[in-house]
Nanobody
């Protein structure tokens, strides 16, 4: 059973930065696609970024150039560096994991394991 625990959320002003962390139980990165999703108030959950075991990364258009996903295999930790934050980035952010084969990286239903979420609030 994979367990994912997010941390690093908080409240910042527009233009600020945050780094989210997701601690995974065990060495799962070599066998899973890891991703960050978010869900804003009254919105559906959406993919933010993903990283495959080979190192390929993918981003939602809305965060390209501002967010960066990475992982530290030695620490079994996934990161999301968020820069130039905007009020529209306000959401609960979730870490997720799925097997190496499946649909597009941003498809919510493809992911098997989820963290509990960490809140990010960006004020204007």
């Amino acid at each position: 059973q994979v367990q994912l625990v997010e941390s690093g959320g908080g409240s910042v002003q527009a233009g600020g930065s945050l780094r989210l962390s997701c601690a995974a139980s065990g060495s799962i990165f070599s066998r899973h696609v890891m991703a960050w999703f978010r869900q804003g108030p009254g919105k559906e959950r959406e993919g933010v970024a993903a990283i495959y075991s080979g190192g390929s990364t993918f981003y939602a258009d809305s965060v390209k150039g501002r967010f960066s996903i990475s992982q530290d295999n030695a620490k079994n930790t996934l990161y999301l560096q968020m820069n130039s934050l905007k009020p529209e980035d306000t959401a609960m952010y979730y870490c997720a994991a799925r097997g190496p084969y499946g649909g597009d990286w941003y498809e919510v239903n493809e992911y098997t394991y989820w963290g509990q979420g960490t809140q990010v609030t960006v004020s204007s």
